[in-house]
């Protein structure tokens, strides 16, 4: 899985939110490269000292 162009804005202390592109290539049964993509975001809540994905979505790109 590669992400890319990723953007992460901080709402407070508590809270922030992410943004990227994905891609992701598999090999299928037949030995072909299959390559997806699309974008994803993510919403994140600070939980003590660490951060956690509290909510994600990801969307694929029609075109690829």
């Not at 508590?14 to 290539?25: E, G, I, R, V």
């Not at 490269?33 to 699309?38: C, K, R, Y």
């Amino acid at each position: 899985l590669e992400l890319r162009d990723t953007k992460l804005t901080t709402i407070d202390d508590q809270f922030a939110t992410a943004t990227t592109w994905w891609k992701l290539s598999q090999i299928d049964p037949d030995g072909r490269t299959v390559a997806q993509s699309g974008r994803a975001s993510f919403a994140l809540t600070r939980f003590r000292t660490e951060w956690k994905i509290v909510l994600q979505h990801y969307s694929a790109d029609p075109h690829s």
